[in-house]
């Protein structure tokens, strides 16, 4: 969600790919940026990055929730060119094979 002040600021939190408390590092390659709810939902496991194609996946029985609703099947695409580069995608395949 792009949800911003008067003064544009955006409402952003920074979800780790894999937990620090679970051994992940509090580098930008185990972060991404997220909305409360959306990054709520990443920490519950309700969707994950297919690290193959970069495809959102929810999990059934969340897909019409409101705030996950069409995110099902969307490609992550980082707005600045090149982010998604600093993503570890081994992070993304061992949280991908815990989501599926």
Known sequence: ???????????CEIAHI?????KGKDDVGNVLPLCRTHHWAFDE??????????????????????????LHGSVLKPEKPGAESRLDIEL?????SSFI
């Open 1 to 11: 969600m792009k949800l911003a002040s008067k003064a544009g600021v955006y409402e």
């Open 18 to 22: 894999v937990q620090v408390f679970e």
């Open 45 to 70: 496991h309700l969707w994950g990055i297919d690290p193959n194609c970069m495809r959102i996946s929810v999990k059934k029985g969340f897909r019409d929730e409101r705030g996950l609703q069409g």
């Open 92 to 96: 993304l395949k061992a949280r991908w």
